[in-house]
Nanobody
Framework: QVQLVESGGGLVQAGGSLRLSCAASRSIFSINVMGWYRQAPGKERELVAV???????NYADSVKGRFTISRDNAKNTVYLQMNNLKPEDTAVYYC????????????WGQGTQVTVSS
């Protein structure tokens, strides 16, 4: 079991920055995939940025060069630094963790709202 708690969302003007945090209830060292998705109203949930097997990072094209994912294994926390935010970044941001063992289990946080005003 992995419980994920996000924080750091809020309202910001276009061009501004926010940093999201995702604290896990256990060590993230062995979590196979961990990172961030988002879902805007009326749209499907989409990948933002994830760590794959601890070190490889995958970013959505729409956030490359603006968002940076990072991790602190000692704090069991993953971060998403979001710079130069745009109104189209407005969404609920979800932290996710995928654990692959005998089965594959996906865990999700409750989500944190990010609203970017123009």
């Amino acid at each position: 079991q992995v419980q994920l708690v996000e924080s750091g969302g809020g309202l910001v003007q276009a061009g501004g920055s926010l940093r999201l945090s995702c604290a896990a209830s256990r060590s993230i060292f062995s979590i196979n995939v961990m990172g961030w998705y988002r879902q805007a109203p009326g749209k499907e949930r989409e990948l933002v940025a994830v760590f794959i097997s601890g070190s490889r990072v995958n970013y959505a094209d729409s956030v490359k060069g603006r968002f940076t994912i990072s991790r602190d294994n000692a704090k069991n926390t993953v971060y998403l630094q979001m710079n130069n935010l745009k109104p189209e970044d407005t969404a609920v941001y979800y932290c996710t963790a995928k654990v692959i063992a005998h089965t594959t289990v996906d865990y999700w946080g409750q989500g944190t709202q990010v609203t970017v005003s123009s």
